[in-house]
């Protein structure tokens, strides 16, 4: 997912058609089935929701959360406090988040509040059975959204105890099979970025490099001038500007900093 952002295909909210089409791609080879671009965008939109409201909850004082469990502790007090603002919060007291770390890599938190906590980098197993998809609080579009079709995008007919397990169990697969593909993203685009800053900074030392042996080769400066050349080096324009220069110009830019 990173990948997309540092190419300028995601904005603030989501990501370009293309982006969403290699995710499909990467999610398909994944759970081998393929999702419209309107289920994708729904579920990452739960997905985020419940990020958010999961973060929230570990801000409360006295609450304490595992990211190798993927529970949430806290005391009977404080559980009451929380679930009579909003009782949807006792679905993350009774199956917690194991989805949490994960999530944080997909949306930008580096660090997961709480015992055990972990780098963004690396992300706890998660349990298929112990996922939920319900978030602590949603808008009421994303309330609209979830009520009005199932997970696989089919118009749901009302509820029966018989579908009840098996949409749960393809909701928990479907959330799993997206927060893993969306972390390879945003893994495999830091790699990339890591890679990319460490080749930069290579090239700036390199150049660096090359203005003082340039400098050095100049007879008659002052060490007045000559400190004053290196501090200009500290800027990239003028250690290009330098390099390009013809030797007698480099002699009249040195003079220009007296």
């Known amino acids: 997912m990173e990948e997309e952002v540092l190419k300028g295909n995601r904005n603030t909210t989501t990501f370009t058609k293309q982006s969403w ?24 939109n739960l997905l985020r929701q419940k990020h958010k409201d999961f973060k929230s909850l570990l801000k409360e004082t006295g609450i304490g959360f595992s990211v190798v469990t993927g529970q949430v502790t806290a005391p009977d007090e ?6 009579r603002v909003n009782k949807s919060a006792k679905k993350f007291r009774k199956k917690g988040c194991v989805l949490y770390g994960k999530l944080c890599v997909i949306f930008g938190d580096t660090t997961a509040t709480g015992s055990n906590a972990h780098p963004s980098t690396r992300s706890p197993s998660i349990n298929l059975d112990n996922d939920d998809d319900d978030a602590m609080s949603k808008s009421p579009s994303i309330r609209n959204q979830e009520s009005s079709f199932d997970e696989d995008g089919s118009k749901r007919r009302g509820k029966s ?6 949409r749960s169990a393809k909701k928990a697969k479907f959330s799993l099979a997206l927060a893993e593909t969306l972390t390879v993203y945003n893994e495999t685009a ?3 970025m890591e890679v990319y800053e460490n080749s930069m900074t290579s090239t700036k030392h390199h150049l660096l490099d090359e203005c003082i042996e340039a400098l050095n080769q100049i007879d008659g400066i ?6 004053k050349a290196i501090e200009k080096f500290e800027s990239e324009v003028s250690r290009a500007l330098f390099l390009k220069m013809p030797e007698h110009r480099r002699i009249d830019w040195l003079n220009y900093l007296k």
């Open 190 to 192: 830091k790699r990339k």
């Open 161 to 166: 105890t018989s579908t009840t397990s098996s």
């Open 21 to 44: 089409k290699r995710i499909k791609e990467e999610l398909y080879a994944q759970a081998k089935r393929s999702y419209t671009d309107t289920q994708l965008r729904n579920k990452y």
């Open 78 to 83: 404080v559980w009451d406090r929380l679930i």
């Open 222 to 227: 002052s060490g007045e001038v000559y400190g």
